[in-house]
């Protein structure tokens, strides 16, 4: 089975990670497409150096620019690639540009499209991301859904064909890196971090990097808390720090701690012993659930709703007092988060059904 696997923003490496070492176990051909969205090597190479993923065979360098700019440029230079590949399938992740982009470039093709964590939706649909998501979906052709939930939500748009509940590739890679991590990461060493008494926190949706009172709240949250907070900031939060104006505040509060971007591994150790999360990022949501720690969502919705549901994950939005009182005063569960994101087998499951279906297309 011949596989053109489009990748591009950092969610997407750590995500099709236990996907192409599955491929490639099963001796597939795996062509990988990096749309190079993503680029700072914080934010791209290091996911392939840590996680084993191979280089990409082409990187198409199209970089970072408003949505049309961005995702056109992709559309362009992917439909030249898929028809000198010709692969068997597009396989594409997530709700990113580069998502998107590799979805409508192959269904234009007749080159079947799947798409690994289909199925999810905010309800916002003022989120790129959810335009992304909804439009990939519903290019494909083989959905790969990570809950049950997902698996609704496309039955509500009336996509019932090609829909698989195969579990979260981010959930087998927390299982398969977990142990790597542990090996590896002296991040907590070198942060000079005592488990469960700090929080790590990240932002980057537009949601609150583009809304400079958000932004404002949220450091604010982080300062009056007066915890040990670690923040690795992603590059396009930085530059808009400055411009929000939370420099000073920050100057005065030593403890909360700007960091560059963390690859992987460290990520997993930051994350197991935090004491609590917060964060906006749709992944770290999840991890958080695998660990067992504590969530407090920098967002108004949720898409991972079986986090909240569970009593896991609370989303606070942007409001500077829910941030701070939830931190204080909610109580948490006592018990482990139940088992909704899969057995640690979503890739094998996924590229199973990838293979069957191409075996009996071409026994046709
Ligand atoms: C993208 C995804 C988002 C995902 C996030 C993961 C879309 C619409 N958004 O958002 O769903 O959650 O990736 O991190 O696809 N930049 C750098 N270096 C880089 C990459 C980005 O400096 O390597 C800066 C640039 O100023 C760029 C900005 O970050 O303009 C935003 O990057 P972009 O890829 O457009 O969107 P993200 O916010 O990263
Ligand atoms: N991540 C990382 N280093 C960081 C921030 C995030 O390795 O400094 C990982 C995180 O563990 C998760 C993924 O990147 O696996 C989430 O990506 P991001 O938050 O950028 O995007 P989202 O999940 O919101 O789409």
């Known amino acids: 089975m011949n596989i053109l696997t489009v990748l591009g923003a950092r969610p997407q490496f750590i995500k099709a990670a236990p996907v192409s070492k599955a491929l490639r176990e099963a001796g597939h051909h795996e062509y990988l497409v990096h749309t190079g969205q993503h680029y700072d090597h914080a934010m791209s190479q290091i996911f392939f150096d840590e996680l084993g993923i191979p280089q990409p065979d082409v990187n198409l360098g199209v970089g970072s620019g408003g949505h049309g700019k961005q995702t056109g440029a992709m559309l362009m230079r992917l439909e030249e ?6 692969p068997d399938w597009v396989l594409v992740y997530g709700d990113t540009n580069s998502t998107l982009a590799g979805a409508l470039a192959a269904v234009k093709l007749h080159v079947p499209v799947a798409h ?10 003022t989120m790129p991301e959810e335009h992304n998501r909804i439009l990939t979906d519903h290019c494909a052709d083989l959905l790969f859904c990570p809950t049950q ?27 398969q890196f977990g142990e790597l991590a542990r090996q590896r990461s002296r991040i907590l060493e070198t942060l000079g971090l005592t488990p469960k008494q700090y929080l790590l926190a990240t932002v ?34 930085r530059a808009r720090l400055a411009e929000a104006d939370v420099m000073a505040m920050l100057k005065d509060a030593p403890q909360v701690r700007l960091i560059e971007p963390v690859g992987y591994l460290d990520m997993l150790m930051l994350e197991q012993h935090a004491r609590m999360i917060l964060t906006d990022s749709g992944g770290m949501q999840k991890e958080a659930y695998f660990f067992a720690v504590p969530c407090l969502t920098l967002r108004p919705e949720t898409e991972w709703v079986e986090t909240v549901e569970a009593g896991w994950n609370v989303v606070v939005g942007a409001s500077k007092e829910r941030i701070v009182t939830t931190l204080a005063e909610h109580t948490w569960p006592s018990s482990a988060p139940p088992a909704v ?5 979503a890739a094998l499951q996924s590229i199973t059904i990838l293979a069957t279906i191409t075996q009996e297309k071409r026994s046709v």
């Open 81 to 86: 690639v898929i028809l000198e590949q010709r």
């Open 341 to 345: 994101f899969g057995a640690g087998q």
């Open 204 to 237: 980057h949706r537009p949601y609150n990097t583009d809304n400079p009172e958000h932004l404002r709240s949220i450091i604010a949250a982080f300062v009056e808390c007066g915890e040990t907070v670690i923040f690795p900031v992603h590059p396009r939060t």
């Open 149 to 175: 939930t997902a698996v609704n939500n496309l039955a509500h748009e009336g996509i019932t064909q090609g829909v698989h509940l195969v579990g979260d590739t981010m959930y087998d890679a927390v299982l």
């Open 116 to 125: 690994v964590e289909a199925g999810l939706r905010s309800f916002n649909r």
